[in-house]
């Protein structure tokens, strides 16, 4: 019986350990918390004029000046996008979290849609996006993409609100 006891106490111990985020990702997360402004969105690696379909959403031009908002202890989070004669205005609801770095890539942002009463909408489907740097006033987070064949990056920055 102690036998036993202490068998499911370890495996118990295991679990929580194994299933727990680490250090640098909680930090991350913390730092994501809050209201953002989406300030601006760039390209890298290439040269051109680039208009984009951001998320499946709506054009990279609805984004800028964007409201976002991420709250840590549910990973739930929304943006909000002002309407206009090119954008579909209104709130969009995903859930979130922070992807450990990998030999592969930095820190990431994983996300996906879900509506109001925190269902996914999207099929499972969802993006991911690079942490480039992320502080208490600040976060510049990038997403690679194809174009044409050519390797094109889009950068969005935010500033904390």
Sequence with gaps: MVKNAFFFMMMATFLLTSCSVSKSARSQRNLFSGSWSLDNISYENN???????IFNDADDICFEGSDWFFRDNNSTGRYTITGGSLCQGGDRFFRW????????????LQFKFI?????????GVGYRLNIANISEQSMTLK????????????????SKK
């Design 143 to 158: 997403s690679n993409v194809s174009v044409d064949g050519e390797l094109v990056t889009i950068v969005y920055e935010f």
């Design 47 to 53: 040269t051109g004029n680039f208009k984009s379909v």
């Design 115 to 123: 509506d109001e009463k925190r269902k996914d909408v999207s099929g």
């Design 97 to 108: 979290s922070v992807v450990e770095p990998t030999a592969n890539y930095s820190s990431q």
